[in-house]
């Protein structure tokens, strides 16, 4: 069993959608959870990062995890046409080491 | 103030080549980590450094070696390239070590292998 499963996708929604982005983890001693953007060619980008169970939100993007079910989720309002990309979650432990999921790679059709 | 930075950002090599790749963390920040992201994959983590000590290596072969100098700046080398080694090498930043310190991501270096 992967550390951290993640839908693949890909997704394809129309802009102003509502767009809600999964995983799930196996691993009790993950601590934090990020989620990264990446566009095509590009480096990860820094979107979200929340520490305790459950919801953050800035802007647009509201990030979710519960621990007890050791499932994250990133939801999207609004969605525009920039934000077509790879998503991906990201938990951490007690070092700075990352375990990304495959990534949800997203269309937002205009 | 500059990100990560990364160089070279493409290059192609040859089987049994070696390569060196070079990362420049955010300035300040003491801790870099190396990743591997194949096509279509997730990044995969390979080497983690902070004070220029090495704090963690993930499952690869000991073609992949890694280094950080005084400056915080770091190189990961590949020796006895092979095709499989074709990817996008990442290197991250962060300013501490332990638990929920935000890592940032430089653009990557692409490898390609022939």
């Known amino acids: 069993q992967k550390e951290v499963e993640q839908d693949p996708g890909p997704l394809s929604v129309p802009e102003g959608a509502i767009v809600s982005l999964n995983c799930t983890y196996s691993n009790s001693a993950f601590q934090y959870f990020m989620w990264y953007r990446q566009y095509s060619r590009k480096g990860p980008e820094l979107l979200m990062y929340?520490?305790?169970?459950g919801n953050k939100e800035d802007g647009r993007f509201t990030a979710q995890v519960d621990k007890s079910s050791k499932y994250i989720s990133l939801f999207i309002r609004d969605s525009q046409p920039s934000d077509s990309a790879t998503y991906l979650c990201a938990p951490g432990g007690a070092t700075n080491k990352l375990i990304f999921g495959t990534g949800t790679l997203l269309a937002v059709q205009p | 103030d500059a990100g990560v930075t990364q160089s070279p950002t493409h290059l192609i090599k040859t089987r049994g080549q070696q390569v060196t790749l070079r990362c420049s963390p955010i300035s300040g920040h003491k801790s870099v980590s190396w990743y591997q992201q194949v096509l279509g994959q997730g990044p995969q983590f390979i080497f983690q450094y902070y004070e220029k000590e090495e704090r963690g290596r993930g499952n690869f072969p000991d073609r992949f070696s890694a280094r950080q100098f005084p400056n915080y700046s770091s190189e990961l080398n590949v020796n006895a390239l092979l095709l499989g080694d074709s990817a996008l090498y990442l290197c991250a930043s962060s300013d501490s070590w332990g638990t929920g310190n935000t890592i940032y991501f430089g653009e990557g270096s692409w490898l390609t292998v022939v």
């Open positions: 929340t520490y305790s169970s």
